[in-house]
């Protein structure tokens, strides 16, 4: 087989161990990045949401990136559609310009939007902005050069703008006109249309910077995405060193030095992305996850070959030895933050109450769990809503008897993917009290409630978990903390108190 013939056999192949490696990555090292992602959306098939999106620039990229998001509640899906994404920009990279010995370079926009999403309010939608920009750009690259691929250049800058966002620079530094002279046209229709939009940023509902840097692409409002512009303006800069040094890029050479291009990039920006990767937010996220998903003994098989120390982790430990009624008994054999491992006091973010309220919801403190779970969603950096938190308060509205607030939420429910069997179980037991009752878990819960008001702080006393406990001595789960808060606080006489307690009620 002929060197061309390599190279063409070679490509494709490089490609696809790429797509494989990003598919690894993400299903093996890093997959509760992903379920972190898709628990702070909620994609509704609904005209009204999809309307609320597309209407902001960059609004169709973001669309886009929400869709493939909900799909991220099974890691192997969402590594595979990053993994795919992520191939695809590869190749219309190399569609771009003619890369020769440099073939390797083709892979480093990828590589750094690899780079991007390794930071967990990285929005896929950023991803899709660059691809259906490269995707355009290629499309142009196929019509003849004439008066109707003026016009239509000119006709796409404004509505890529309002598909993809401020990332449509790309395409027209891409599509720039070479001859020297003829370019004036084209530059000055940009700046036309770069003052249209200094304009229009007073007529829509976002900070004008927004416009220029992006609305869609970091969870975080006012952090500028530097790797995501980095990976923009190097598909922009190696495309012109490859036209540039067409000459010497394209001379014949063995497709031994098109693999060794790819090896030296992959293995260089592998390394980086390894060494770049949040390994100790990846815990904790693994955590978060199980405790969401009440892996109690996945729980205990994890703590026991690697003991936490962080907060969330301690609390998803501690939650999960109560659940199996091993706490009190266990509770030295594992790393303690004091009382605040056991029910931390409620900070005002997105991420860490959630185990809490876990451990409130699991303990009867329905009215304590809801409004830590609402407020969590409401510290949600981007101003989504949560299918997490939507399906945590459906359920203690439920519970607390407020049918209708419950029937908003399930309503919403409904109109999603992978919620919406579950949305139409839940559904008819809404009034329904003797179901309630009945139900293992709703019933049981509504029973171990509080029967009287009383005003809560944000610390968890012992008082309230005694009036848990002694209201319904069959709450093992209040018992349990109860016990372990005595053994941690030292308070000897209320645990001996507790004891002859329990002895005397079993």
């Given at each position: 087989m002929s060197s061309a013939g390599h190279s063409k056999f070679l490509r494709p192949l490089c490609t696809l161990l790429f797509g494989v490696a990003v598919l690894l990555f993400f299903?093996?090292?890093?997959?509760?990045?992903?379920?972190?992602?898709?628990?702070?959306?909620?994609?509704?098939?609904?005209?009204?949401?999809?309307?609320?999106?597309?209407?902001?620039?960059?609004?169709?990229?973001?669309l886009l990136g929400r869709f493939c998001t909900q799909f991220f509640l099974f890691a192997w899906v969402?590594?595979?559609?990053?993994?795919?994404?992520?191939?695809?920009?590869?190749?219309?990279?190399?569609?771009?310009?003619?890369?020769?010995?440099?073939?390797g370079l083709s892979f480093v926009p990828?590589?750094?939007?690899?780079?991007?999403?390794?930071?967990?309010?990285?929005?896929?939608?950023?991803?899709?902005?660059?691809l259906l920009t490269l995707l355009a750009s290629w499309g142009f690259s196929k019509l003849p050069n004439g008066w109707l691929r003026r016009i239509l250049l000119l006709c796409t800058i404004p509505v890529l703008y309002w598909m993809v966002g401020p990332v449509c620079v790309l395409?027209?530094?891409?599509?720039?006109?070479?001859?020297?002279?003829?370019?004036?046209?084209?530059?000055?229709?940009?700046?036309?249309?770069?003052?249209?939009?200094?304009?229009?940023?007073?007529?829509?509902?976002?900070?004008?910077?927004?416009?220029?840097?992006?609305?869609?692409?970091?969870?975080?409002?006012?952090?500028?995405?530097?790797?995501?512009?980095?990976?923009?303006?190097?598909?922009?800069?190696?495309?012109?060193?490859?036209?540039?040094?067409?000459?010497?890029?394209?001379?014949?050479?063995?497709?031994?030095?098109?693999?060794?291009s790819f090896l030296l990039v992959a293995v260089g920006m592998g390394c980086l992305v390894w060494n770049t990767s949040n390994f100790k937010a990846e815990k904790v996220m693994r955590y978060d996850f199980m405790a969401r998903h009440q892996?109690?003994?996945?729980?205990?098989?994890?703590?026991?070959?690697?003991?936490?120390?962080?907060?969330?982790?301690?609390?998803?430990?501690?939650l999960a030895l109560a659940m199996r009624g091993q706490?009190?008994?266990?509770?030295?054999?594992?790393?303690?933050?004091?009382?605040?491992?056991?029910?931390?006091?409620?900070?005002?973010?997105?991420?860490?109450?959630?185990?809490?309220?876990?451990?409130?919801?699991?303990?009867?403190?329905i009215s304590v769990a809801q409004r830590t779970v609402f407020e969590a969603q409401e510290a949600i950096l981007d101003f989504q809503k949560s299918a997490r938190c939507y399906k945590r308060l459906a359920q203690t509205n439920l519970i607390l008897g407020s049918y209708e607030v419950a029937r908003k939420y399930l309503k919403a429910l409904q109109k999603t993917l992978f919620y919406r069997d579950w949305a139409n179980e839940t559904l008819p037991l809404l009034g329904n009290e003797e179901a309630i009752a009945q139900h293992p878990e709703y019933g049981r819960l509504r029973k171990w409630g509080y029967n009287e008001d009383f005003y809560f702080s944000d610390h968890v006393t012992p008082e309230m978990l005694e009036s848990l406990y002694f209201n319904h001595p069959d709450n093992s789960l209040a018992y349990e903390y109860l016990r372990a808060y005595y053994l941690l606080t030292g308070d000897r006489e209320s645990y001996a108190r507790l004891l002859l307690h329990t002895s005397m009620t079993r």
């Open positions: 299903g093996l090292a890093y997959p509760h990045h992903l379920h972190y992602q898709e628990q702070y959306q909620l994609f509704l098939f609904d005209r009204t949401y999809v309307w609320e999106i597309v209407r902001l620039p960059g609004g169709v990229a973001d969402g590594a595979l559609i990053i993994g795919a994404l992520l191939s695809v920009v590869q190749l219309l990279t190399l569609q771009l310009a003619r890369w020769g010995r440099l073939y990828s590589l750094l939007l690899w780079l991007f999403l390794l930071d967990e309010n990285a929005l896929l939608g950023g991803v899709w902005a660059v395409f027209f530094l891409l599509q720039a006109p070479r001859p020297k002279g003829a370019a004036w046209w084209y530059y000055g229709v940009f700046v036309l249309l770069a003052a249209m939009l200094g304009i229009l940023s007073y007529c829509l509902p976002v900070p004008a910077e927004r416009l220029w840097l992006g609305i869609h692409y970091h969870r975080y409002q006012t952090v500028v995405p530097v790797l995501h512009w980095v990976a923009v303006l190097s598909v922009f800069v190696l495309t012109l060193i490859a036209r540039t040094c067409h000459r010497w890029v394209c001379a014949p050479c063995h497709f031994i030095v098109t693999f060794l892996q109690w003994n996945r729980i205990l098989a994890t703590i026991r070959v690697e003991k936490p120390k962080n907060q969330i982790g301690v609390t998803v430990q501690n706490l009190a008994d266990h509770l030295f054999d594992y790393h303690q933050n004091g009382i605040a491992g056991l029910l931390p006091d409620v900070e005002r973010d997105a991420t860490s109450p959630l185990p809490t309220a876990e451990a409130f919801y699991q303990l009867g403190m």
